[in-house]
């Protein structure tokens, strides 16, 4: 069965970078994009961007360029969103999630990683 | 940018009740690209519905779909337990894509 396993919860200091991974199983992993979605803390998802996952070509929704990076590694089925220069305004739960096929949906969702920015 | 506004914000009703959700878009959503998904605390979103009425697979038929252009509406037949949740329209038809605030359907 299709699954994204998320890496685990990350507590980081103003300024300092973090790397979310997303392991996918249960299909083949460059069928199918995988985007990043943010949910701050009580409030409403809001779509990142996605990374196609045959040829590793990343789009960016406006709000999260610079900063934030999306990567893949096909070896091991895994997709990456790193975020440099942390702001506390970043704390929030990030989800990747599997594009359908064909129309952009989203059809499997990892169960998130929380990442808290505090000093 | 498609702005997705959903209402009411919260619906309170009783198990066993009809809930009715909608989801209005600033623009026309391309082919009804328009998904549903649900929300419960702590857990990723689960889609319900994609292209404004297709069931995704495993979801139970008192969940539906309907709606084109502008106007879609998600209907919960009769509520079980398990269905008090957040619910969030979606829109795929066109980048950036974007995500209704969500409805709250909470227990009376």
């Known amino acids: 069965q299709v699954q994204l396993v998320q890496s685990g919860s990350e507590l980081k200091m103003p300024g300092a970078s973090v790397k979310v991974s997303c392991k996918a199983s249960g299909y083949t992993f460059t069928r199918n994009a995988i985007n990043w979605v943010r949910q701050a803390p009580g409030q409403g998802l809001e779509w990142m961007g996605w990374i196609t996952t045959n040829t590793g070509n990343p789009t960016y929704a406006q709000g999260f360029t610079g900063r934030f990076v999306f990567s893949l590694d096909t070896s091991v089925s895994t997709a990456y969103l790193q975020i440099s220069s942390l702001k506390a305004e970043d704390t929030a739960v990030y989800y990747c999630?599997?594009?359908?096929?064909?129309?952009?949906?989203?059809?499997?969702w990892g169960q998130g990683t929380l990442v808290t920015v505090s000093s | 940018e498609i702005v997705l506004t959903q209402s009411p914000g919260t619906l309170s009703l009783s198990p066993g009740e009809r809930a009715t959700l909608s989801c209005r878009a600033s623009q026309s959503v391309s082919s009804s690209y328009l998904a549903w998904y649900q929300q419960k605390p702590g857990q990723a979103p689960r889609l319900l519905i994609y292209?404004?009425?297709s069931r995704a697979t495993g979801i139970p038929d008192r969940f539906s779909g309907s709606g084109s252009g502008t106007d879609f509406t998600l209907t919960i037949r009769r509520l079980e337990p398990e269905d008090f949740a957040v619910y969030y329209c979606?829109?795929?038809?066109?980048?950036?894509?974007?995500f209704g605030g969500g409805t709250k359907v909470e227990i009376k």
């Open positions: 292209g404004a009425s």
């Open positions: 999630a599997r594009d359908a096929p064909g129309p952009d949906y989203f059809d499997y």
């Open positions: 979606h829109q795929y038809g066109s980048s950036p894509l974007t």
